[in-house]
Nanobody, 121 residues
């Protein structure tokens, strides 16, 4: 029923910028926290940035000052603007959302399909 669809991944040179989007669709009452995670080859998935329903944000130390997370509640969409990219940012990026569905109690966790971000030297 509910799906998180990501877009915006691709190849970019070091120092460049890239923007990611993740839109939640389906029967949704409300969305609580949303966030972006990434997983590089041979590494565990890590939290990149998170944003609450009220707009409170938090970032991994490695991306603070370079990445910006935002959301449009009317569109059920979360964004990640990535600037000053380095090869260490190369990974598959996944969006995540905690949401409430009709006639269900409690929050449900959903993941996007993942999008590849590759930063070349």
């Amino acid at each position: 029923q509910v799906q998180l669809v990501e877009s915006g991944g691709g190849l970019v040179q070091a120092g460049g910028s890239l923007g990611l989007s993740c839109a939640a669709s389906g029967r949704i009452v409300s969305i609580n926290d949303m966030g972006w995670y990434r997983q590089a080859p041979g590494k565990q998935r890590e939290l990149v940035a998170g944003i609450s329903s009220g707009g409170r944000t938090n970032y991994a130390a490695s991306v603070k000052g370079r990445f910006t997370i935002s959301r449009d509640n009317a569109k059920n969409t979360v964004y990640l603007q990535m600037n000053s990219l380095t090869p260490e940012d190369t990974a598959v990026y996944y969006c995540h959302a905690e949401l409430l569905e009709p006639f269900r109690v409690g929050w449900t966790s959903y993941w996007g399909q993942g999008t590849q971000v590759t930063v070349s030297s």
